[in-house]
């Protein structure tokens, strides 16, 4: 592979991380850099700065990039409507190519000649961070020691952190696997390894259970402008404190939990578990802002692509030139995608009762059944003749050649 002099190294503080960062300076003697991203996972980073430098980093990087992955990857994945299999908003994949785009910059300032994640031979997560560090910068090598190395089990991974006193966290570990940002709380492994099973509520952090959720609904207002929320409640705030109240008060109500058996990319199948209380809420409220803004076809059309995008943030291809491509499409479509939406929770459940806009389409005298109705119902009849008349020609065709 080449020598391996400096290595920067995606971390996050917990056991693998800490194991693999000792194990590039034994392994490959590098120098190790670490860098670990905030994406709003509330850990205390201070904490993984100090464990860091004890377990030998030699210069640790921590970065608030909370406003770039809102902005940047969440908005825009919210604004093409991209949801993978219909359930899952995407949380931990709109994660990654940021953290491995932030990695590469850092191995470019500081000439380091590979990076490393912590990521196993199974998921999806190291094809985001190679395929992404390949678009980026394709001289730069990847290192994924959890692939390379023998150690098959935790204790194995324990007993290698003692020898080498790495500080092991005395708490008793859970038995799934969580990975967690503003958008969303990813967890699997654990009972949930058997689809037939209930996750049980121990697995939720974000949300109360809908049982245990408020007797009365709560009602939240929603401005969006160009489709990106910009207020709560009549409120105008930034995206990442917007995100942070919905996950709060969409979680109080129990809304955003989601049970998925998902097509992973390396081609098995495996069930997660998601919390995306704000993700929830946002999604459902810019729906139903496009049901008045976006005129049929157009609605029609994106619903494909949105799931086209869905799929492109799945598979680790963020930096791919037809994601920028649906970028613009999503853009034109949602200059018009302005207005209010009310949005009603309750007990798990959020639905839009309400939405309104200065480019609303529905128009009331064409709609209306009542008094004032000024849809033109004679032209009906010569429209219909015409739109069934390739159906018409046909039976016709048809009945002649059976010889009738
Ligand atoms: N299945 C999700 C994805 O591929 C989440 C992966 C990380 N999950 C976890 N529990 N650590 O995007």
Redesign the pocket.
Known sequence: MGEIKKVVLAYSGGLDTSVILKWLQEEYGAEVITFTADLGQGEDLEKVRERAIKTGASKVYIEDLKEEFVYNYVFPALKAGAVYESK?M?S??LGRPLIAKKLVEIAEKEGADAVAHGCTGK???QVRFEVTVSALNPNLKVLAPVREWSMRSREEEIEYAMKHGIPVEATKKSPY???LNLWGR???CGVLEDPWVEPPEEVFKLTVSPKEAPDEPTYLEIEFREGIPVALNGEEMNGVELIQKLNEIAGRNGVGRVDLV?N?LVGIK?R?VYEHPAATVLHTALRGLEEITLERETRHFKEILANKYAELV?YGLWFHPLREAIDSFMNTIHRTTTGTVRVKLFKGSCAVVGRKSPYSLYDYSLATYEKGDMFDHKAAEGFIKLWGLPLKIKAAVDSKAKGE
């Open positions: 899952y995407l931990t994949a998921g999806n997560d696997s969580v990975d990813s967890i699997e998902e992973r495996s997660e799945y």
